[in-house]
Antibody
Framework: EVKLLESGGGLVQPGGSLKLSCAAS????????MSWVRQAPGKGLEWIGE????????NYTPSLKDKFIISRDNAKNTLYLQMSKVRSEDTALYYC??????????????WGQGTTLTVSS | DIQMTQSPASLSASVGETVTITCRAS??????LAWYQQKQGKSPQLLVY???TLADGVPSRFSGSGSGTQYSLKINSLQPEDFGSYYC?????????FGGGTKLEIK
């Protein structure tokens, strides 16, 4: 069974940093693209970025490119999101998702339950 | 960047009705479009990919259509479990933008 378990969320002061983790199990993590998506309270989904299996390709939404860093450790089956210079508008539920990216089929087929970042002084 | 405009933002319907949600892309996304359902307090779940292919286990009352810049998700004979929010997402390029969402409520 595919499982994605995010962790590391919490309360951070404006301007601070935090690193989220997403532990994957039930599939060969090293063969899949992975993504981060966030959802502010009461709002829609926002694509943050993606990373390919060997970390040679990492793409970000332009507005977050200078604040967030996506990485992965295939030996630990874990995806990461390093966030810096956070502001109140970064308050959200952060999801990791498995990105099925093969042939002509592209979609997010599995999602974690999310971890919450709250930015407040 | 491709922008996704989803409509309506909210929709009220009764069990048994048929509803359609649309997404318009700011450029041709060549059918690289997925639809997700999200229930309150839960993670999104894949419904449709490549504009019209149902994901495994998705009931046949759901159907996707469209091409170019215009896409639709149709739900026939609404069931109580279909109420929630729906999102489109394109995969033609990065950023892989989501539509703004449609909240489907019970009338």
């Amino acid at each position: 069974e595919v499982k994605l378990l995010e962790s590391g969320g919490g309360l951070v002061q404006p301007g601070g940093s935090l690193k989220l983790s997403c532990a994957a199990s039930g599939f060969d993590f090293s063969r899949y693209w992975m993504s981060w998506v966030r959802q502010a309270p009461g709002k829609g989904l926002e694509w943050i970025g993606e990373i390919n299996p060997d970390s040679s390709t990492i793409n970000y939404t332009p507005s977050l490119k200078d604040k967030f860093i996506i990485s992965r450790d295939n030996a630990k089956n874990t995806l990461y999101l390093q966030m810096s210079k956070v502001r109140s508008e970064d308050t959200a539920l952060y999801y990791c998702a498995r990105f099925y990216y093969y042939g002509s089929r592209y979609y997010f087929d599995y999602w974690g339950q999310g971890t919450t970042l709250t930015v407040s002084s | 960047d491709i922008q996704m405009t989803q409509s309506p933002a909210s929709l009220s319907a009764s069990v048994g009705e048929t509803v359609t949600i649309t997404c318009r892309a700011s450029g041709n996304i060549h059918n690289y479009l997925a639809w997700y359902q999200q229930k309150q307090g839960k993670s999104p779940q894949l419904l449709v990919y490549n504009a019209k292919t149902l994901a495994d286990g998705v009931p046949s009352r759901f159907s996707g259509s469209g091409s170019g810049t215009q896409y639709s998700l149709k739900i026939n004979s609404l069931q109580p479990e279909d109420f929630g929010s729906y999102y489109c997402q394109h995969f033609w390029s990065t950023p892989r933008t989501f539509g703004g969402g449609t909240k489907l409520e019970i009338k």
